[in-house]
Every structure is written in C-alpha cells, then in structure tokens.
C-alpha cells in the first residue's frame, strides 16, 4: 500500500485528545493525543505530532510520532524516521527508517492467512513492497538507468 492509496477516514487532529476504546472500520491518523486502545480493520497512520498511549490492532500501521503500547499489525508496521515506539510489535512485515528509535519485542511471523493471499510472487523485476524514495508501487516493474551514449 502507497502512502497516496491510504483510505482515513478518520481523523484525530492536532490538539485533540480521545481517552478509551477507539474501534473504526475504514483508517485512522492520529496528529493528536489517544490513550486506551486503537482497532482498525484498515491503516492507523500516527502523524509526526501523534501521541498514543494505547494498545493498537490494525491491517498496517504506520508510525511517525510517539506510541507507547503494543502493536500489532498482521501486513505492515513502519516506524519512520522520527518515530518513538516503546512497546511489543507484532507483524508480517517490518519497515524501520534510520532514527527511528523502538524499545521492546518483535516477533515477525506468516500466518496461514497471509501465506496463502500472497502464495503467487510477482515476477522478477518487480517490488514486493513499495519502494517510498524511488515512489515506486507493489508489483510495478523497477525503473531502468542506461547508460548515456558517449
């Protein structure tokens, strides 16, 4: 999933804060406070000024603030560059950028679920995931650089 393709519909802005059970159907992006628990069938994207005090269940979750609590996302979790997590994560797959800081367990593991929907690799040439510095989407073919005639 691209960073453009992100679905939220739900959106906990800069200076709000929720305490309690949050539980949506579609994404979430916190930029404000939350405490409690976060479930998210979808995306839950922390912004850079979020901060969670919660566990949080979603598809994929993208971390850019501050979470502490535990994580546990069966496609995806990203922990961008300014991203504080202290916590357990749970995941199939883990994205961590340089700077980003995390204290706490990690267990990475395919479940028959996951196995099964992504059983067909694409084909060589290709991204598994996306590439965010190239902006290259899954399974779009991987640019080519030819060297210039002299």
Do not use: W
């Amino acid at each position: 999933m691209g960073k453009e393709d992100l679905a939220v519909n739900t959106i906990i802005g800069k200076g709000a804060t929720f305490d309690g059970l949050l539980e949506i159907s579609g994404g979430l992006r916190v930029d404000g406070a939350v405490k409690g628990k976060i479930v998210s069938a979808d995306v839950v994207l922390i912004g850079p000024s979020g901060v969670v005090d919660a566990d949080i269940e979603a598809k994929e979750t993208i971390i850019g603030g501050t979470v502490k609590g535990n994580v546990k996302a069966p496609d995806k979790i990203e922990l961008q560059a300014k991203s504080q997590v202290e916590g357990d994560i749970i995941t199939y797959s883990l994205v961590v950028e340089q700077g980003a800081t995390f204290h706490g367990n990690c267990q990475m593991r395919k479940d028959q679920a996951r196995q099964a929907a992504h059983a067909a690799s694409p084909p060589q040439g290709t991204f598994k995931e996306t590439d965010s510095l190239l902006g290259v989407k899954k399974n779009e073919p991987v640019p080519t650089f030819q060297k210039a005639k002299a």
